[in-house]
């Protein structure tokens, strides 16, 4: 067991190994756990990512979900999914070497040096009566000591130890520390003034803003530029041929058609 304690509401629960940490997260909402309990196992075996795909789970990496219990509304699934982007991004920037470049890739991918190092899932179970979420669930992967080689995944993968961190470093507590407590403090930001500065905060970051983006949606694919990210979280694309779409969900590659994409 662990020594670390995570602040006031965090409810920790420690596995040594699980199926999938937003598996267990949701399996625990469903049952009733507490607001904030927090899931971080130590192995996961069937890593979930975005739209149906496989998180390559390699050990010590993190792997960890929040249950957040409040009514929430709709909106909150995307805003918060930025909230978790920019805590991520935070604590990487520190426990990565000097100088590296963090950057965050819409909507809530985490790079180091260009290179995926985290991944955010969000799930939730959405409550007719109120028109928003019954509880929701943040999932984090982050790369530590070990990432997918480039032909197991569709865009470059990185790792803390890849990026060259090494001994005390790459400590997976230290890191789930520091996430929990950015999360929260993010959490708050958006709590008491909306999703204004958590947005702000995000663009600081942005990979991509102002160039051009391949989107990929379930039935076509558009090219154009990344114009702006607009006040509820989607990506404005702006193409010549045709007026500007918001997009709400989708896989975003950076760089021209037939460039090397990240
Ligand atoms: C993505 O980029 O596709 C999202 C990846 C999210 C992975 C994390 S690892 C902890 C939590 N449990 C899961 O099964 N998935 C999330």
Redesign the pocket.
Known sequence: MTSLELPSPYRLRELDCVD????EAKRLAETGCEDFTLVWAKR?T??????G?E?I?GDGNL???IVLRLPYPMAAMTQLSFVAANAVADAISVAAPKGAFVNVKWP??VLLEGK?IA???LEGESDPKTNGFKWLVV???VNIASHPPAEDTETPATSLAGAGVSGAGLDVEALLDALAKRFLAGLVTWRNLGFGPIRRHWLMRAKGLGGAVTVRLPRETLHGLFAALDENGALVLHMDDQPNRLITAGDVFIGNPGSKLI
């Open positions: 999938s940490t937003n598996a996961q069937a890593g979930r990512g975005r739209r795909r998180w789970s792997f960890f979900s809530n991918d995926k991944g955010i899932l999932g984090v992967g």
